[in-house]
């Protein structure tokens, strides 16, 4: 499984019923919200090829769109607290704190989909060690 699958999946089961897509959305989402996962494009190749002893430090961002400030703000609060709870497990490597780097408080954005919806973002790290 890919560093990006593994951190969508994570998101994921911090809001069952919705939507959470790694980089790209492959069908309508849920008109009552649904979450976006951005990976560092650079990790994947990187992890790939680290060895033994290698550290790393991956990144990542998660945008929550909704129709209302309460519902995008919801959906990054489970997503935030469950990633800090919850350790991301990356294939051959010793699994590191999340930290959340960035939250931006939801704010209208006029240009996703075909009508205006509230967007909140944040932004995480994590430190790891190969095994």
């Known amino acids: 499984m890919s560093v990006a699958s593994q951190i969508t999946a994570v998101c994921q089961a911090a809001v069952p019923g919705r939507e959470v897509y790694n980089a790209q959305i492959l069908n309508e989402p849920d008109p009552d919200g ?3 996962v951005y990976c ?17 430090k991956v990144w990542w961002q998660v945008s929550c769109f909704a129709p209302t400030e309460e519902t995008a703000a919801w959906l990054q609060g489970r997503i935030t607290d469950h990633l800090m709870a919850n350790p991301v497990v990356i294939d ?3 699994p590191g704190v999340v930290k959340n780097t960035v939250s931006q408080l939801p704010i209208q954005d006029e240009s996703v989909m ?13 430190h790891i060690s190969k095994y």
């Open 92 to 94: 051959g490597w010793t």
């Open 114 to 126: 075909e009508h205006p919806l509230i967007q909140a973002i944040s932004q995480f790290e994590i």
């Open 34 to 36: 649904w979450a976006i």
């Open 40 to 56: 560092n494009p650079g990790d994947r190749k990187r992890l790939t090829v680290a060895t033994a002893g290698a550290k790393a």
